[in-house]
Each structure stands twice: as C-alpha cells, then as structure tokens.
C-alpha cells in the first residue's frame, strides 16, 4: 500500500508541475488557434491545407474543453462529444453557487464570513460530531449479547466473505465505482485507474491484496475530505449541512470490494422491515404498506382498539453511530474475527480535513460515525437497524408493544425501515407510548443515535379523541401530531383529487424545464436530458401509485414544449406530433415515452414482484387484505379498496396481457382456451375448419413418458404452421408443472421495458392504428440511421431529412406560415428539400466539388425519403461514401443557415475545405460518437474461473432462438484449471 500512495503521489507533483507550463489549457489553446484560422484564412492566398489542420486542432481542443467542464459540472446523464461545452459551463457555475457557504454561525449564534473562522466553526462541531459519548464496550457486548439475535452468518458464508481476493474482483470494482465521482486527497478519479490499468494496475493488485493478507491499511490512504453541501439555499447552520466524505480511490476499491461480499448475504443477515440497501428489496415495498396503513387509520372509525404510526426522525443518523454498538452486533450475527478485522480497520483508521470552499482544512480522527460516500456505510448502518428492530421484536414478545394488523389475515406490522427512515405502529395508549420511549431510550444508549423530536410526528385512527392524542403525543415528546403527509417522499394517503395530490411531481418537472438553457443544447443533448432525467423524474411516484390520466397528458405536453421550444412566451411549430416521437426509433420515432403507458409498465413490475415473491411482507399485506382464498391474477377491487391497490390492480391488467403458459406436463393448460403456443401469443390456436368438440388438456397433445409431441394427432386438429408452431416448444425432460411465464422476454421474467412496449401495442391495437409512420420504411434503415458513427446531432438531422421537418420555406409554408419564400441561396425557386439539396445551383458546385455527381446520377432526386432510403439500403453505399453524403448535406444546411440568420454567402471552397474536414475526422474515429465516455484498458480480460475458490465448478452456458421457431443451446463444466468436467 504504502508503494502505491508514493507512486500516486510523486505523480500529483509531476502533473501539478505539468499543469503550470500551461499545455492543460484548452481555453488558451482554442483562442490561440482561432487566431491563427482567422490569420490563415483572411490571406490573400489561402492555405486550405494549413486551414483544414489547424480545424482539425480546433475540433480537439473543443473535445477537452468539453470533457472538462463535463467534469466540473458532475452531469452524468450526458456523454461528451456533441458540443455541450457552454451548457456544462452553466451548470458548473449554478452548481457553485448553490455549494457555496457564504457565512455560519458560531455556538454563541454570531455569523462569521472569513473562510478561516467558518473552516474552524466545521472542524470543531465535526469533531465533537465524530467523538464518542464514552460507552463502555464490554457494557455494551454485553447488552447486546442479551437481544433476540440468533446466529444469521454460516461457516459457509463466512468461508465465502474471507476468500482470497482475486486480480479479476479487484478489477471488477475499479470499474465498478464512478468513474467521475469527485476524487479524495489524493486527487485522482476513476478515470485514471480505468485508462491506466495497464500501467497502474499490478501496485493496485498487490496493494489491494497486502490489505486482505495483513489486516493493515495505510492511514494516509484512509485519510478523507468532508465537503459540506447546503441542504437549504443560503444554509447558516451546522445542522443544515450535509457531510459527504470523498474517500480516496485507492481505499475506495478495498471498500468496494468488501460492500460486494457483504451486499450479497444481507438478505438473510437483516430482517425483512429494513428496505434500504439490501438488494431485492426495494423501496417501494414501504410506500404502499406504509399507505396501507395509514388508509387503515383512516378508514377506522370505531372499535375499542385504536393505533397509532410514529415517524421517528434520527439526527445525523450514520455520524452518531458507535464502533461498539456496531462491532458487537456484527460478533453477534456470527461473522468471523478476520471478517470484522477488516471492516475495523477501514472504519476506524479514517482521519478527516473539512472541505471549505473546496479549501481543505484542519485535521481530526474519529471515534464514532460513518462515512456517507464510503461504500461500506450503508450496509453497516442496515445492520445497526437490526439492533433496533431486535428490540422491538423483544417488546412485541413480552407485549409491551403490539403493533396492528390491517386485516385479520394480514401480519403484525410493528415498524417499517429504509435506511435511516423509522415508521414505527403500535396501540393508541399511554402504556405502549410509555413502553416506546423507554425502548428509543435504550436504542439511543446502546447506539449512539439521537431522536430528533422537531421533525419525527404522530398519526392516531379516527376513533381516538382528539384529547387523548395531544395527551400520548406529550408524553412521547412529539409536537406533530397527525401530520403525516408524506412517507420516503411520496404521498402517505391519496385524497379525491388525485391530480391535486400528485401535482407537485409536475410542479417539479416543469422547474426542471424551466431551468435548463435550451441554447445551450444541441437537439441530440436535448433528447439525452429528456429521457435520462425529465422522463426519470416521475418514475418513482409511478412505481408506487396510478397518476391520473390528465397528469399524465399534461407531462407529455410540457416535455413537447421543451423539445420544440418556446420564444417569447409563444409555442414553436412542433414539426412531429408527441405522439409519433414516442414511437420507437427503429418506427421512425425518438423512443420518448409516453407516462400513462409508462405508468401501467412500473406498477405492473410491482404486481409481478407480489405474484413470484409471496413471502416478502408486501404480498403478505396485501394477500391478507385483498385476495386471501385467490392469486393476484384473479383479485378484485373490492370495497374500502386503497389507491395503492387500484393501481397495482391496474398494473396486473397488463401483465395478464403478457402472461402465457409455459408446457410442462400439460395438466394445467387447456388446449384451445389458454394461451401456449409462443408464435401465435396472445391468441390460442385454432382448429382446422369444420373441427369442433376438440376439448381437453394440452397433455393429451403429448406421448406420456417420451416427452415428445403426439404428431398425428396435431395433424388432425390444427393446420401445418399451427402444427410447426408447436412442434417449436420444447418438452422438458423430466416432468414438471406448467407454469405462466411473461411472453415479452426470452426468460419469460417480465422488465419494465418489455411491459412498456406490451402498453404501448395494446393501446395501438385499442385506437386502431397503424403501426408504421408517415414513412413505409423497414425497421432495418430507421436503425441504420442511428448507428451510422457521426456525431448524434447529424443522426438527428438525417432524421429530419427523411421524415420532412427541416423547416424550409416550403416546410413552413405548409404549416401557416406567410409566404413562400424563394430559396435564400439562389433566389431561383420555392425552397423544398429536393431544391435545396439537388437544384440549388450552389449545392450542384458542392456535389461536383465533392465528387459525388456520379453518385447523383444513380439516385432519384424528386424524393428526399426515397433518396435516403437508397442511400442507407445495406450494400447501396461503402461506409466512406455515407459519411461524405452526410457531410455534404450537413454543410449544404449549414450554409443556408448562414445566409438565411447571418447573412453571409456561400463560398464554395470554403464550404469544400470544411467539407473534407468533416470527412477526414470521421474516418480517423471509425466509431467517434459510439465510443464509451471513459476507455477500459487494453490488453485480455483475465478468464473467469482464475476467480473461482479452489473445489469448485465453473459452468458455461450460451444459446440462441428464434422467436416463433427453434432454438438451441449448449454447455460446459471446467475445473478451475480449465480441465473439462462434463460433457
């Protein structure tokens, strides 16, 4: 370890030195060269081929300019390479204004506005913040050696955890973490070690495995930066201040390394009441039972039973946690000494300096708290819940507390936990409310948390008297009594305006528009940041509940508006209905989703996760409560029914749209009725004509005992392809029993994407309309169009050649606009798209000039559409030529633009010099806009088995099919040396 942070750093000095020659400037450098163009081509005599160089320098002097401001602005949704540098600029200085701390008050309240006094009120609270209270570790072993915990972690586990780390597992988790995550002290990011591997990775491996061999860690390899980020504008207060520990890569990868391991035993280390960080469980699993049982609240009246739900707020949960509290519970959960060893080392050898302003300063060493931005941090802190929900099991076995049921079927639900997120649910009296101070009491004792009372609140059913309430929420301490509005963010109940209640994720969706400066996105940008982030901004709330249609609408709309744009308060022409942009881009659309579709896909995955999963606790609520004696695919609505339900029910509609059988034994499937067949989904075969009375199940179809087709008789029921259909579906070796499988995926596991394209056909079929667009274009060129490797705004473009948006003046002619205007170039005719680019008579000088008139004359010109449907028709065209024709058409539009904004005038060698430019920088990238936004290193990849424990088999598998038809497959078992097992 201590070899690597000496290489790390004698090269920070190297570059730092490197640095202050200048040659990292890409600013300096693309003012110094824009002077030279404008040297060389204001002569009398122009250079072209000095011009056409110093472009080329240009083009990449831009590329780093943007790759840097990309970096500072921490926008991970957009990749480099289509000319975003001013937007990256924008965001980056916002970014620093809202990061920026202005002033902060000190204990005695006086604001203080000098860096060094702000910079010493953060290291004094941080450090009293990460100081321990003093507990007694043995005191604590102790107790927590006395809660309801039994031994979760096997030998086997344990076995697996400790394995002897593998060069290929390293690697996996450098290229697992961020690669432009803001980088710790050492000053290095994900993207050195990713593009470096070759060189850096063989210290990496041996400083990684000295760690797991020794048990030693390096403390300046440990040693991190606390960046304080305002969680209100114009933050003063300490409290109102979120830490976020930038770790450095290098301990990073050890940590990364040991989240993995842990990440993949949690499931059966924690309970099922903590959904955060453990992976199968999600979130959305505590919004609707934490809905259900507020609309249980709600709706009861009467009863001698009344209930109440806590909402328990811990202050700076993960900072307050203490090392023995944490230690103990991991000893008492059985992982082994050598396990705990590691994770000891990693969290207690870490030191801190408080990011100022991005000035560091101070140093201190902790004794209690965990690091938010170390990978580890939130897997340890699901395990310190499990103390506190062992104590709660405690209380419910000596009922002390009771917690509810929502139905009679339904389980006891006693607390709900994402993180540091508590939703706690007992009887409505003074006994449990007792009983619960004295459990927080001895959770915050043995923990280190602190209850923050200003910001938990109280929620009591509708048969406690409003005097009682204020008494149990006195004695609990709690100010906010029956407020609570919202759980994790969303709703906790939905009143009778639903577009009311969700009307804030719209209110969000349009600030996010608003802030956004479209002139400073190319449309290719502008199509990234809808779909990675203004599509993105609703899915959580769709995951959970059915918006209303007109909320549904109305985001589609403001997503259009933002695309087409607005000026002046006034709409501009939106050339493609919403609609048809929705359609996929091999339909001849830009694959934009539409939400009310999109919607029905999200709660259709939540149906899907309670019809395969029926032990998690959210089918069990909801089994319990709306189909005790049935299966999901049958439940109904029902009465007193939640909006949660109504939603899910709703999500269940389309997958039973999707839903066929798989043939097992054939017991289970009706042969003319249930839908089996996988070429004819979602219909049932139908019989030859003139057969009736065929009735029974699809095993008699099947030769008992062979595991093969009874051909003759399909021949005597069904046509030849309905026979070579069936004859397609494999018969399994053994029997086994038939089972629903959704349709839309080889696996037969439904995804959220294979659901949305489901919504979208059944809505299609619905309205009855046709599938293709304007255009009668085979899928194969619209795909054709997007992989064509130039920059994505050019993809764009062809784009709006074929379908005939680009607004020409016959374009906006058509589309009420006054006048036709004569073409701006030539003033010869009507400017139409066959003009511009095929009779314009300065566009025949470029395609002479381009030496592409030969190819003029084996196309049609009265068709834009027809000519590129030619042009992209596969073997039509070597990929040299199309990107020449893309750039002659790019430059012919580009020109106009030109007369028609800036009125300037062709010339063609300047236009030809560009031209071949353009031409010669696609050639040099053969793939330049498809390459990843960080290079993986060079050189193999290691093999698989070398990361195989030694006893172990290494299975590979691979096969193919043929939707409708055959398909095949085939296996083999290695040792860990390669040595073939089996076949």
């Known amino acids: 370890m201590f070899r690597l942070w000496c290489k790390l750093k ?3 000095h190297r570059l730092y030195e490197w640095s202050k ?20 081509r204001g002569a ?31 926008v991970g949704w957009l990749k480099e390479g289509d000319q975003n540098s001013s937007y990256f600029h924008n965001v980056t200085r916002a970014r620093r204004r809202h990061n920026c701390i202005h002033s902060l008050k000190d204990p005695a309240g006086n604001s203080v506005t000098s860096e060094e006094g702000k910079a010493l009120i953060a290291n004094d609270f941080y450090t009293h913040l990460f100081t321990s209270g003093g507990l007694d570790s043995q005191s604590v072993l102790e107790k927590v050696g006395a809660l309801q915990i039994e031994r979760r972690v096997t030998d086997r586990m344990n076995s697996r955890l400790t394995a002897e780390v593998s060069p290929e597992e390293i690697r996996n988790s450098v290229f697992q973490i961020g690669a432009t995550q803001a980088p710790g002290s050492d000053g290095f990011t994900g993207v050195f070690y990713r ?103 709600k709706n009861k009246r009467v009863g001698k039973q ?21 230690f103990a519970l991991l000893e008492k959960l059985g992982f082994s000494a050598q396990w705990i060893r590691w994770l000891w080392v990693c969290v207690s050898s870490s030191s801190f300096s408080v990011l100022m302003n991005g000035q560091p300063s101070g140093y201190f060493q902790t004794s209690r708290g965990l690091r938010q931005g170390d990978p580890l941090s939130p897997l340890l802190f699901a395990i310190c819940t499990e103390g506190f929900a062992a104590l709660l099991r405690q209380a419910l076995s000596s009922r002390a507390l009771s917690g509810l049921r929502i139905s009679p079927r339904c389980p006891v639900i006693s607390h709900l936990f994402f993180a540091d997120d508590s939703y706690l649910f007992l009887r409505a009296s003074r006994a449990e409310c007792a009983s619960l101070m004295v459990l927080l009491h001895q959770y915050e004792e043995l923990s280190g948390q602190k209850v923050n009372l200003d910001k938990s609140a109280v929620c009591f059913s509708r048969n406690v008297l409003p005097r009682d309430a204020q008494e149990m929420g006195q004695l609990l301490g709690i100010g906010a009594i029956g407020v609570t509005d919202q759980y994790l963010g969303l709703p906790s109940l939905v009143g009778r ?61 403001h997503l259009a508006r933002f695309w087409w744009g607005v000026k002046q308060g006034e709409r501009r022409i939106h050339w493609v209905s919403w609609k048809a942009m929705c359609l996929g881009k091999q339909e001849g659309g830009l694959g934009f989703r539409r939400f009310e579709e999109f919607n029905q896909a999200l709660l259709a995955k939540v149906a899907w996760r309670i ?50 059988w798989q043939i097992g034994s054939g017991d289970s499937v009706e042969v003319l009725t249930d839908n089996w067949v996988p070429a004819l989904h979602p219909f049932p075969p139908k019989p030859r004509q003139g057969i009736i009375g065929v009735e029974g199940k699809v095993a008699s179809l099947i030769c008992p005992n062979q595991g093969v087709w009874r051909v003759d008789c399909l021949r005597q029921i069904f046509e030849e392809d309905t026979v070579k259909a069936i004859l397609a579906i494999p018969l399994p070796i053994k029997v086994v029993p038939d089972r629903l499988v959704w349709d839309g995926e080889i696996s037969g596991c439904y995804t959220v994407k294979s659901g949305y394209h489901k919504a979208v056909e059944l809505r299609r079929q619905k309205e009855l309309q046709v599938k293709a667009v304007a255009l009668s274009w085979d899928r194969s060129l619209w795909k054709r169009i997007w992989a064509t490797p130039i920059p994505p705004k050019l993809r764009y473009f062809i784009w709006q050649l074929v379908r005939g948006v680009l607004p020409t003046g016959e374009a906006l002619s058509t589309r009420g606009m006054e006048g036709l205007e004569p073409c701006p170039v030539c003033g010869e005719e009507v400017e139409s798209l066959e003009h511009l680019f095929f009779r314009c008579r300065v566009a025949l000088q470029l395609w002479e000039g381009a030496e592409l008139h030969l190819l003029r004359d084996r196309f049609p010109l009265n068709n834009i559409s027809i000519f590129w449907r030619r042009v992209l028709e596969e073997g039509n065209l070597d990929r ?104």
């Not at 811990?314 to 203490?322: F, G, I, L």
């Open 21 to 40: 020659l200048g040659k990292s400037n890409s600013e300096r450098k693309i003012r110094s060269l824009q002077r030279e163009w404008d040297v060389t």
């Open 195 to 297: 593009k470096f591997w070759e060189i850096v990775g063989p210290d990496v491996i041996m400083a990684v495995r000295h760690f797991f061999d020794t048990g030693s860690l390096l403390k300046n390899c440990n040693h991190t930066w606390l960046v304080l980020l305002p969680k209100v504008d114009n933050a003063e207060n300490m409290r109102d201040l979120r830490p976020i520990s930038l770790c450095q890569f290098a301990y990073k990868i050890i940590a990364k390394i040991l989240a993995e391991r842990l990440a993949r035993y949690l499931p059966s280390i924690v309970s099922p009441g903590q959904n955060g960080f453990v992976r199968g469980r999600q979130i959305v699993d505590n919004v609707l039972i934490g809905h259900e049982v507020m609309q249980y609240l």
């Open 880 to 983: 040299s030529t199309l990107m020449r024709v893309v750039a002659l058409f790019w430059r012919v539009w580009r020109a106009r633009n030109w007369v028609v904004f800036d009125f300037t005038q062709f010339i063609v060698p300047v236009l030809l010099s560009q031209f071949r430019s353009q031409v010669t920088e696609w050639d040099s990238v053969p793939d330049n806009q498809q390459r990843p936004p960080f290079p993986g290193p060079g050189g193999p990849r290691l093999a698989v088995r070398e990361s195989v424990p030694p006893g172990e088999l290494v299975l590979f598998v691979d096969g193919a099919t043929l939707r409708g038809s055959h398909g095949a497959g085939g296996w083999v078992l290695q040792d860990p040396s390669g040595v073939v097992v089996a076949p």
């Open 10 to 12: 004698a090269l920070r």
């Open 497 to 557: 305006s639903k577009y009311d209640t969700f009307r804030y994720i719209e209110e969000r969706v349009i600030q996010k528009l608003q802030g956004w400066k479209q002139q400073c996105l190319s449309w290719a940008a502008k199509e990234v940041l809808l779909k990675a982030v203004a599509n993105a901004l609703p899915i959580y709330g769709m995951s959970c509940f059915l918006f209303p249609l007109t909320l549904c609408r109305s985001l589609d709309r």
């Open 611 to 660: 019809w395969k999963d029926p032990n998690s606790l959210l089918a069990r609520v909801y089994k319990g409560k709306y189909f005790p004696n049935s299966s999901i695919l049958s439940a109904r609505t029902g009465s007193l029914t939640s909006w949660g339900w109504r939603g899910i029910l709703r999500g269940r509609d389309l997958l039973l749209q999707g839903l066929r």
């Open 306 to 326: 009344s209930f109440m739900a806590v909402k328990v707020d811990m202050e700076k949960a993960y900072d307050r946690v203490e090392w023995p509290f944490l």
């Open 44 to 74: 009398i005599d122009v250079d072209w081929g000095k011009l056409r160089e110093i472009e080329s320098h240009l083009r990449a002097a831009w590329v780093d300019e943007e790759i840097y401001w990309r970096q500072k602005s921490r």
